[in-house]
């Protein structure tokens, strides 16, 4: 499995795991269940751990199609330099989800976590969904609005020709066939053969 092809798998993860943990938050924030706050850090840390792989994998990948012809000259290194801000933005806000998970549950009573965590995974969430966002805006950009793919016209790709002496293809000798025995059937085997004049030699007449 290729890099360009382990990204495509795993980097819409944190993209839709960071949407749904944020609108979670925002339900806690006006519904305030224990239930909820549980279900929205939860998935803030979920889109923590997803992505550091959709980081690699992206950054690894991006050496293999960075020459490809379909690639807009630019668009990788600018897809590439928001991944990077976007990885710390989004890794940050799931390490105080997951402290403010952990306060819960040793905290069997608690409707939602501390104050303090709470206005800080609430503003992380929001920043993280305008980080996520913007980066997979710049990466579908990177194929989807390709001007060479866009194009109704299929780009020319011209193949270099090799050059030096080319060796004659040679033919294989063909060795001459004999004619195939005509077959024998019944009423040529009992017709009598009628001697050729040219080669049957005339009668000699002796002189008395």
């Known amino acids: 499995m290729s890099w360009p092809y382990l990204h495509t798998l795993v980097n819409h993860f944190p993209i839709?795991?960071?949407?749904?943990?944020?609108?979670?938050?925002?339900?806690?924030?006006?519904?305030p269940r224990r239930a909820i706050w549980v279900y929205a850090l939860s998935t803030l840390v979920l889109a923590g751990v997803m992505i550091y792989?959709?980081?690699l994998s992206g950054q690894r990948g991006a050496?293999?199609?960075?020459?490809?012809?379909?690639?807009?000259?630019?668009?990788?290194?600018?897809?590439?330099?928001?991944?990077d801000i976007t990885v710390w933005i989004v890794g940050v806000v799931g390490l105080l989800a997951l402290l403010a998970l952990i306060t819960m549950v040793r905290t069997?009573?608690?409707?939602?976590?501390?104050?303090?965590?709470?206005?800080?995974?609430?503003?992380?969430?929001?920043?993280?969904?305008?980080?996520?966002?913007?980066?997979?805006?710049?990466?579908?950009r990177i194929v989807v609005e390709s001007p060479i793919l866009?194009?109704?016209?299929?780009p020319v790709i011209t193949v270099p020709v090799p050059t030096g002496n080319s060796t004659p293809a040679t033919t294989p000798a063909t060795t001459p066939t004999s004619p195939?025995?005509?077959?024998v059937t019944p009423d040529s085997a009992h017709q009598p053969?009628?001697?050729n004049?040219?080669?049957?030699?005339?009668?000699?007449t002796h002189v008395l």
Do not use: F, K, N
């Open 53 to 55: 792989p959709a980081w």
């Open 150 to 154: 866009a194009s109704p016209t299929p």
């Open 180 to 183: 195939a025995p005509q077959p």
């Open 108 to 140: 069997r009573e608690a409707v939602s976590p501390a104050r303090a965590l709470r206005i800080l995974v609430g503003l992380g969430a929001l920043v993280s969904i305008c980080a996520v966002s913007y980066t997979g805006y710049l990466g579908g």
């Open 16 to 31: 839709v795991l960071t949407v749904i943990g944020a609108l979670a938050v925002l339900l806690a924030a006006m519904l």
């Open 197 to 204: 004049p040219q080669t049957t030699p005339a009668p000699q």
């Open 63 to 83: 050496h293999a199609v960075h020459d490809a012809w379909y690639i807009q000259h630019g668009a990788i290194p600018t897809h590439s330099q928001a991944a």
């Open 193 to 195: 053969t009628t001697p």
